[in-house]
Each structure stands twice: as structure tokens, then as C-alpha cells.
């Protein structure tokens, strides 16, 4: 059994595409589409609990962490959703011989409301883990109006993951 952290924070884009002020679009978290809350500015989809997922994976394995495999730079990544950066990744640690036991994640933000897509959330991450919906935790909470979170400009993950060895 190995076990992996992963943390991640994004903040929200403006309507213009620039960092700041929050303008609507399409939020995407855990995989989920949550319409009518702002984007998170990122290379990728900006989708921080997966990327904070995908951290706790590779740590785990060993593996290093998302920049590694996938650094911000690179226009093959541009814009690209990220639950197809955690299948990559998934495929990765099977390859090396391990699989996801269980992720738990907590999603750190004031906007938007969170609780009515948490369970969409969970099945979203468990299909492409190959796990059970009993086997993925997204947990949600504020930061108590503190900080850049506290002030809804932007939004933090914090997860781990263990992993069995297959072999």
C-alpha cells in the first residue's frame, strides 16, 4: 500500500480570459460541468480537484507530480479536459503495476455551492479510476471569508490517494 497528497488552486478567469475579477462560464470540477459558476483559469481545463487528484496518484507512485507528465507549457495539453489527463495517468500506475484503492479530496471554496454535484463528482472520478462510488470522497467547505479563497477569487483541493500493488 502506498499512499500520495496532492494539493492544487486555481483562480477564477475573467470575462476577458485574464486572472481577476470572475466572469461566468463553464466551471468544471471533478469532471463535472457546473453551468452558470465561473471558469478557473488554468493551461488545461483548470479542473483543480482532478489536478489535485491526479498529484496524490503520482505521488504515490513515485511518479512525481502533474507538471512532470504534463508541464503547463506544452500546446498539447492547451485547453485539454482533465479527465483525460487522469486517464493518462491512471493507465500510467496500472502499467507500473498498481491500482487506486481509494481518493479522498476537499474542494476549498465560497462560490459556487458545491453540494448539489458532489455525487456527480464521485462517479465522475470512480468511472475513470475504475473504482466504486463508495471508493471516491469529495468533501466540500469554505474558508471562512479569509484570503484570496475566502474572497471567491479562486478555489483549492486538497487530496490523497492510496494505491495497492497489483503484483
Known amino acids: 500500500m502506498r499512499v ?33 459558476a465561473p471558469c478557473l483559469d488554468g ?16 505521488g504515490a507512485a513515485g511518479e512525481g507530480d502533474i ?3 504534463f508541464p503547463p507549457g506544452d500546446p498539447a495539453t492547451q485547453g ?11 493507465r500510467l500506475i496500472a502499467a507500473r503495476g498498481f491500482a487506486v484503492g481509494n481518493v479522498d479530496a476537499t474542494v476549498i471554496a465560497e462560490r459556487p455551492r458545491l453540494s448539489a454535484y458532489i455525487d456527480q463528482m464521485r462517479e465522475s472520478i470512480a468511472i475513470i ?13 469554505t474558508n471562512e471569508r479569509m484570503g484570496e479563497i475566502g474572497s471567491g477569487a479562486a478555489i483549492a483541493v486538497m487530496a ?5 500493488d497489483e503484483g
Open 43 to 58: 493551461h488545461s481545463d483548470g479542473d483543480a480537484l482532478i489536478h489535485a487528484l491526479i498529484d496524490a496518484i503520482l
Open 129 to 141: 479510476l475504475g473504482i466504486s462510488h463508495s471508493e471516491v470522497s469529495v468533501k466540500a467547505t
Open 80 to 90: 485539454i479536459d482533465s479527465r483525460e489527463l487522469l486517464k493518462r495517468v491512471h
Open 4 to 36: 500520495g497528497i496532492g494539493y492544487d488552486i486555481h483562480r477564477f478567469r475573467a470575462p476577458d480570459g485574464t486572472q481577476g475579477e470572475a466572469g461566468l462560464g463553464h466551471l468544471r470540477l471533478g469532471g463535472v460541468e457546473i453551468p452558470e
Open 160 to 164: 490523497i490517494a492510496m494505491l495497492e
Open 67 to 69: 507538471g512532470r507528465h
